[in-house]
């Protein structure tokens, strides 16, 4: 097997590659679009179809702005060497050998980006950083408007691809109100690809977009599924009552505060009526084995680096 630095060089690399890879495949099909649209149903020729070419195309600019801000603005790191305001809580934290300071609850520290993520989601490598604390809302409105941006082209891609390969019957037998699409081979090769990423997408990222509104109306990371999860399976091996998760504070405020994460600095966090701050932080020392919470295979946060401060 190859050595840990070099499969991290090669993740180095292959995340840029990722990220062209996107920002591609959202030329293409915005393309593909406007070629089209303006064969099957010209803006300038009504309101209606005005709308529809501005509806397609505002949805392809959130898409762009929101994939930007994800990687742009960053997940936000803890600050190295940090630590809790009173000394005594420091019991109920890990600390970072690599950061030098103890992490904050909710955060992880990241091989790939190299710091403790506050309140970290994942590491996508589609924008190239953690999906965390500061850019979790910009991440979600992403997938949400590429969702239905694709959506909208797979369904329009089609028909205007239904009308070209029929235009000679449409010239001979049509009552001359049809749409008439033309395309050459690169078209239609180009426009067959839009058609098959549109959908992909749709299916792929539309399963992301579910898993993340749901995480979000809980206000629960993927992390935290994990750490959950194996904390249920000690707790009812041992016959301990029920976890109950200290940050699910009703889904109209944990929505909020998804969409809107300045409403706190992503190091200490509202917690639900009977449950204190440190609580999942305790649950988190507690289910570790000695192979951490996760699968072998599974390449997430690396709290192994993570040892109790030397004195």
Same mark, same amino acid.
Request: glycine letters at 8%; hydrophobic letters at 40%.
């Given at each position: 097997?190859?050595?840990?630095?070099?499969?991290?060089?090669?993740?180095?690399?292959?995340?840029?590659?990722?990220?062209?890879?996107?920002?591609?495949?959202?030329?293409?099909?915005?393309?593909?679009?406007?070629?089209?649209?303006?064969?099957?149903?010209?803006?300038?020729?009504?309101?209606?179809?005005?709308?529809?070419?501005? +509806?397609? %195309?505002?949805?392809?600019?959130? @898409?762009?702005?929101?994939? +930007?801000?994800?990687? %742009?603005?960053?997940? &936000?790191?803890?600050?190295?060497?940090?630590?809790?305001?009173?000394?005594?809580?420091?019991?109920?934290?890990?600390?970072?050998?690599?950061?030098? &300071?103890?992490?904050?609850?909710?955060?992880?520290?990241?091989?790939?980006?190299?710091?403790?993520?506050?309140?970290?989601?994942?590491?996508?490598?589609?924008?190239?950083?953690?999906?965390?604390?500061?850019?979790? #809302?910009?991440?979600?409105?992403?997938?949400?408007?590429?969702?239905?941006?694709?959506?909208?082209?797979?369904?329009?891609?089609?028909?205007?691809?239904?009308?070209?390969?029929?235009?000679?019957?449409?010239?001979?037998?049509? @009552?001359?109100?049809?749409?008439?699409?033309? +395309?050459?081979?690169?078209? +239609?090769? %180009?426009?067959?690809?839009?058609?098959?990423?549109?959908?992909?997408?749709? %299916?792929?990222?539309?399963?992301?977009?579910?898993?993340?509104?749901? &995480?979000?109306?809980?206000?629960?990371?993927?992390?935290?599924?994990?750490?959950?999860?194996?904390?249920?399976?000690?707790?009812?091996?041992?016959?301990?009552?029920?976890?109950?998760?200290?940050?699910?504070?009703?889904?109209?405020?944990?929505?909020?505060?998804?969409?809107?994460?300045?409403?706190?600095? #992503?190091?200490?966090?509202?917690?639900?009526? &009977?449950?204190?701050?440190?609580?999942?932080?305790?649950?988190?020392?507690?289910?570790?084995?000695?192979? #951490?919470?996760?699968?072998?295979?599974?390449?997430?946060? @690396?709290?192994?680096?993570?040892?109790?401060?030397?004195?």
């Amino acid at each position: 097997m190859p050595h840990y630095d070099e499969r991290r060089r090669r993740n180095k690399l292959s995340e840029p590659i990722l990220l062209s890879v996107n920002i591609r495949i959202i030329k293409l099909i915005t393309w593909a679009m406007v070629h089209l649209i303006g064969m099957w149903w010209p803006p300038h020729t009504s309101i209606l179809a005005a709308i529809h070419a501005s +509806l397609y %195309l505002s949805l392809a600019a959130a @898409t762009l702005y929101y994939f +930007l801000q994800s990687l %742009l603005e960053g997940p &936000g790191y803890v600050p190295m060497g940090w630590k809790p305001a009173r000394e005594e809580d420091t019991q109920y934290l890990q600390f970072c050998s690599v950061c030098n &300071g103890y992490k904050a609850p909710r955060s992880h520290h990241c091989r790939k980006c190299g710091y403790c993520v506050k309140k970290m989601d994942h590491h996508c490598p589609w924008i190239n950083c953690c999906v965390g604390h500061e850019n979790h #809302g910009y991440f979600t409105l992403f997938l949400f408007s590429a969702v239905l941006g694709c959506l909208h082209a797979s369904i329009v891609l089609s028909i205007c691809m239904y009308h070209a390969i029929n235009r000679v019957w449409y010239v001979h037998n049509g @009552t001359g109100r049809e749409p008439m699409i033309y +395309l050459t081979l690169t078209t +239609l090769l %180009l426009t067959l690809l839009a058609i098959g990423m549109a959908i992909g997408v749709v %299916l792929a990222v539309g399963v992301l977009l579910y898993l993340q509104i749901r &995480g979000i109306l809980r206000n629960q990371t993927t992390i935290e599924d994990w750490i959950i999860e194996k904390a249920a399976g000690r707790r009812e091996e041992l016959g301990l009552p029920p976890f109950v998760f200290p940050y699910n504070i009703g889904w109209k405020a944990n929505f909020k505060m998804a969409l809107f994460g300045s409403q706190t600095d #992503g190091l200490t966090w509202p917690v639900r009526e &009977g449950c204190g701050e440190y609580d999942l932080t305790q649950v988190v020392g507690n289910t570790r084995g000695s192979r #951490g919470w996760f699968p072998r295979a599974c390449a997430v946060p @690396t709290d192994d680096l993570c040892k109790t401060k030397p004195d």
